[in-house]
Every structure is written in C-alpha cells, then in structure tokens.
C-alpha cells in the first residue's frame, strides 16, 4: 500500500490564484480529512469526510472547497489564494473517528508546503 | 474554544534516558486522545493512544498516562533513542463534536548522543 498520498510537494502561488491539492489513499479508509499547520500552532482541521459524497466543515473552513466523489480521493481546492493560506497542509484518512485502541487511527500523508506571495 | 496545550515547548536529553512530554486539555468531555510524532518534513505519525475509561496504556517504549482530575496527558518514552528526535503532539477527540481532532501545538525532543 502507498498509504496516503499528497501532490504537489511544494507549491508557490500569487494571491488570487486556485489551485487544488490532490490527495489520495489507497486503504479504503471512509474517512479523510485536510489540515494545516502553522508555525505555533496545532494542527487544525479544515474540512472532513466520512464517506464518499460526504463532506463536512471543520474549524477553519473559510476560504477552501473540498469534494469526495470517490472513497480514494479527496482534493482540497484554494478559490482565490491568499498569504494568510501560506502553511503546510495534510491530508489524512482512517477507517472510522474513536474505535478500538490502536486501531482506526489517522493517517497522515507527508504534506504539501504552499506559500502564497 | 477548546485547547490542548503543552507545557514544554523543547525538551532536551541524553541519550539513553527517559523523557516525558506533557499535554494539558481543558475539556472534560474529551474521551479519546492520540499522541503523534513529528519529523522534519513528514507528516505526523501515530504513537500510542488511550481512552478516557483508562489510565495508563503502553506500547513499545512508550506509556501514556491519562490523569482525568486535573486534564492531563503525558507520555513517557523509555531509553531514549537519536531516532526520538522529532516533534510529539498530543490530539483529542471531543465527542460531542464529531469527528474532530484538536491538536496541541507541539514539543520539540532533542535527544543528545
């Protein structure tokens, strides 16, 4: 397995522009999430889904667009990018939230790095 | 809001000896919590996790201990190895939320050859 998957590694964008971040995993996993992480900061969640044709907001959703079409992938779409969106974002699956001990835990992809200029 | 927060920011030891990194959460509805590891450049990585019901979980060279009374998380990592060297988060999942984890902002471990 490849596990979680995010592309572009690296992106640099002028304030105004869209982009999407792709991600996708190949475990089956029913729920996938987006987060960004910040210099200071905890990792925070910007939008989630629990299964295909599902999404939901998290805590910092302004600003982002996500789908789920299909259970592997879960792009995360920049409308118009701005500099307070320079971070490092990661996307994440597992099969469910708060299920067995060890087990059903979030998996992280390596990150994509945006900076907005 | 809700907040997860770590005492230390940096912590530093020798190589071989125990270290322990502290987690504080405020809300007494959290149920689940996770502890992460972070390298330069790589996503974070599962470590160990527990429940509410439980106080004290292990793994390989870890323990996490749950203290409900006064919200606080920790976790122990014995023979502390060069290959430790990473940031660790603590994350908790509040019920009444969803499926949302709330991540503290991060210790950096150093360990000394």
């Known amino acids: 397995n490849a596990g979680v998957t995010q592309t572009p590694k690296f992106q640099v964008l002028k304030t105004g522009q869209s982009m999407t971040l792709q991600c996708a995993q190949d475990m089956n996993h029913e729920y996938m999430s987006w987060y960004r992480q910040d210099p200071g900061m905890g990792l925070r969640l910007i939008h989630y889904s629990v299964g295909a044709g599902i999404t939901d907001q998290g805590e910092v959703p302004n600003g982002y667009n996500v789908s789920r079409s299909t259970t592997e992938d879960f792009p995360l779409r920049l409308l118009s990018a701005a500099p307070s969106q320079t971070s490092v974002y990661f996307c994440a699956s597992s099969y469910s939230i708060v299920a067995g001990l060890g087990t059903d835990t979030q998996y992280f992809g390596p990150g994509t790095r945006l900076t907005v200029l | 809001g809700e907040s997860v927060g770590l005492h230390l920011p940096t912590l530093s030891v020798q190589e071989g000896d125990n270290s322990i990194i502290n987690c504080a959460y405020s809300?007494?509805?959290?149920?689940?919590f996770i502890w992460y590891k972070q390298e330069s450049g790589k996503g974070p990585q599962f470590i160990i996790d527990i429940r509410s019901n439980m106080d004290k979980r292990q793994g390989q060279r870890v323990t996490v201990l749950l203290n409900k009374t006064v919200k606080h998380l920790s976790l122990q990592i014995a023979a502390t190895q060069p290959g430790d060297s990473a940031v660790y988060f603590c994350?908790?999942?509040?019920?009444?939320?969803?499926?949302?984890?709330?991540f503290g902002t991060g210790t950096s471990l150093t360990v000394i050859p």
């Open positions: 994350a908790e999942n509040i019920m009444d939320t969803g499926n949302q984890f709330y």
């Open positions: 809300n007494s509805a959290s149920d689940y």
